[in-house]
C-alpha cells in the first residue's frame, strides 16, 4: 500500500516533527489537553465516588450516569461546547474532555470503595482507626485497583478523544488528519492515524505499568489477569470502558 | 452624545446578531427529509455493525472457550483493537474503501465485535460444566448441546453484551462524518460548518441519545421474551 509507505516517509522526516505547529508542538498540545481534563475530572469524580462508595449511597444515580455517558457521542459533546459561548478551541475542548473523563472514574471509584468487606472496615475501626484513617489505610488500599482502573479507562478515553477535537475547530494530533482529508492526502491521514493509535496505546501500557506499580498485594499485571480466568470473580465495573 | 452613539449601535448590533436558539421545532419540521435520510442510514450501519459483529464474534467466543492457547491472544488483540481511537481505525480503513459507508462499517464492525467475543466468551464460560456433562451423557451432539444448553444459559450475558455494543456503536456512528457516512453525526458536524447553526447540532445529538436509549429499550424487551423463565423466577 503506497500511502502507507508514504506515511512513514513522512514521519520519518524530522523537519516534520520539530517545526513550527508540526508533530512535537500538536502532541503537546494534545497531552496538556488531555492531562488538564483528566486531572479536573478526577479532582471532582474522586472525592464524590469515595463519598458515595464509602456511605453505600447513590448508587442508582452513578449507574443511570455511565450508561447515559455511553449512549452519548463523544463528537457531539465536544461539538455542543464547541458551539456554547465558551466558544471554539482548546479550552471547550478541554471542557468537553473533562466531562467524558468523569463517568468512569466515578462509578469505578464508587464500586471500588462500595465493595470494601464491611468485616474488614470493622476491624479497622475496632483496633482504634479514626474514619477518616479508615478511608486512608484501609478502604483506598482494597480499592486501588478498581480506582486505576477508572483512571486508565479516562485516561485512554480522553487522549483517543482528543483527536477528534479537530473535526470541530480543536487542537492536537487530530489536525493531521483532518488536514489530510481536507487536501486528500492519504500519507498525511495514515501518518495522523498512526500517531493517534500509537499515543493511545502508549497511554494504556502507561496506566497498566502505573497501576501495577502502586497496588498493594500480590503484583499482577492487569493483562496477565484476564489468563488465568478470574473475569467472573471480578467486581462490575459499569463504566469500563468502550470504543473511542 | 457619544455614548448615545454607543447605546444605539449596541442596540443595533443586538437586533443584527441573528437568534441561534438550542433548540428549534421548525428546524426539525423543515428538514424532517433530510432528518430521517440521516437517522435511516444511522440505524442500517448500527444493525449491519451488531449483527456481522455477532456472527463473526459466535465462533470466536466458542473457539476461545475449547481452547486456552487461543483465548490469551484472543482477548490481547481485543484489548489492542479497543483501544484503537475510531479516528484512527476510520483513517486506517479509508484508503482501503475510501468515501463509503463500507469503511464506517468495517470500523463499527470491529468495535462491535471486540465487544460481544468478551461478552460471548463470560457467558460461555459461565455454563456450568455439569450441566453440559449430563447434556452430553444423555445423548446430545455438539449443535444439540449449544442451541439447548449453553445458549439458554448464556444467554443473559450474551444479551447483555449486545446491548453495550449497540449503544456504543450508535454513539460511534457520528464518527463517520470523517468519511461522510455518519448517520446523525452528519447533522451534528453539518450544524458546526454551517455557522454553529446549535438547533442542527442539537437534533443530531438528541437524535443520536434517543436512538440509543429505544434501541436498548428494544433489547431489553427482547430479553424478557427469549428469557420467560427468568421473569417466572423473578415473580
Known amino acids: ?193 498512526i500517531l493517534i493509535a500509537a499515543l493511545a496505546l502508549l497511554t494504556e501500557l502507561l496506566l497498566v505499568v502505573l497501576t501495577w506499580a502502586v497496588t498493594p498485594g500480590p503484583r499482577r499485571l492487569p493483562f496477565l489477569r484476564t489468563r488465568t480466568a478470574a473475569g467472573a470473580a471480578e467486581p462490575t465495573p459499569v463504566a469500563a470502558g468502550m470504543p473511542l | 452624545m457619544s455614548a448615545a452613539a454607543g447605546a444605539a449601535g449596541g442596540l443595533v448590533l443586538a437586533a443584527d446578531a441573528p437568534p441561534n436558539p438550542w433548540f428549534d421545532p421548525s428546524y426539525v419540521v423543515d428538514n424532517w427529509e433530510t432528518i430521517l435520510r440521516y437517522l435511516g442510514e444511522h440505524v442500517r450501519l448500527t444493525i449491519a455493525a451488531v449483527v456481522l459483529g455477532a456472527v463473526i464474534a459466535l465462533p470466536l467466543a466458542l473457539l476461545a472457550r475449547r481452547s486456552r492457547f487461543l483465548a490469551g491472544p484472543l482477548l490481547g488483540l481485543s484489548t489492542v483493537i479497543y483501544t484503537i481511537p475510531s479516528l484512527a481505525m476510520f483513517a486506517f480503513i479509508f484508503p482501503f474503501t475510501g468515501l463509503s459507508s463500507t469503511t464506517v462499517l468495517i470500523g463499527l464492525v470491529a468495535y462491535s465485535l471486540v465487544i460481544l467475543v468478551r461478552n460471548f466468551l463470560t457467558g460461555l464460560q459461565g455454563v456450568p460444566a455439569d450441566v453440559r456433562e449430563a447434556g452430553r451423557s444423555m445423548g446430545y451432539g455438539s449443535l444439540r448441546l449449544f442451541w439447548q444448553i449453553d445458549l439458554p444459559l448464556a444467554l443473559p450475558a450474551f444479551m447483555a453484551g449486545l446491548r453495550i455494543a449497540t449503544v456504543s456503536t450508535v454513539a460511534l456512528t457520528t464518527v463517520g462524518v470523517l468519511v461522510g457516512h455518519g448517520g446523525l453525526g452528519q447533522l451534528i458536524t453539518g450544524g458546526f460548518n454551517a455557522n454553529f447553526y446549535r438547533a442542527e447540532i442539537v437534533t443530531g445529538t438528541l437524535g443520536c441519545v434517543l436512538l440509543a436509549l429505544v434501541a436498548d429499550v428494544l433489547l431489553a424487551g427482547v430479553e424478557r421474551l427469549l428469557t420467560p423463565w427468568a421473569r417466572l423466577a423473578r415473580a
Do not use: C
Open chain 1, 1 to 193: 500500500m503506497n500511502a502507507f509507505q508514504d506515511a512513514i516517509v513522512y514521519l520519518n522526516d524530522p523537519f516534520n516533527w520539530t517545526r513550527v505547529g508540526g508533530i512535537l508542538d500538536l502532541l503537546g498540545v494534545h497531552l496538556a489537553i488531555s492531562a488538564v481534563a483528566v486531572l479536573a475530572a478526577f479532582v471532582l469524580a474522586f472525592p464524590l465516588g469515595v463519598l458515595l462508595g464509602t456511605s453505600g449511597r447513590g448508587g442508582g444515580a452513578v449507574i443511570v450516569l455511565s450508561n447515559v455517558s455511553r449512549a452519548m457521542p463523544t463528537l457531539a459533546l465536544l461539538t455542543l461546547f464547541a458551539v456554547s459561548p465558551i466558544g471554539f478551541g482548546n479550552k471547550a475542548t478541554t471542557i468537553a474532555l473533562a466531562v467524558f473523563a468523569f463517568p468512569p472514574i466515578l462509578t469505578n471509584t464508587f464500586v471500588g470503595f462500595r465493595g470494601v468487606d464491611a468485616d474488614v472496615r470493622e476491624a479497622a475501626r475496632a483496633m482504634g482507626l479514626s474514619r477518616t484513617q479508615v478511608i486512608g489505610r484501609v478502604d483506598l488500599p482494597l480499592a486501588l485497583p478498581l480506582v486505576m482502573t477508572g483512571l486508565r479507562t479516562a485516561a485512554v478515553q480522553v487522549v483517543a478523544t482528543a483527536g477528534l477535537a479537530a473535526l470541530v475547530g480543536g487542537g492536537g494530533l487530530g489536525r493531521i488528519v483532518n488536514l489530510g482529508f481536507g487536501q486528500q492526502n492519504y500519507a498525511l491521514i495514515i501518518a495522523g492515524a
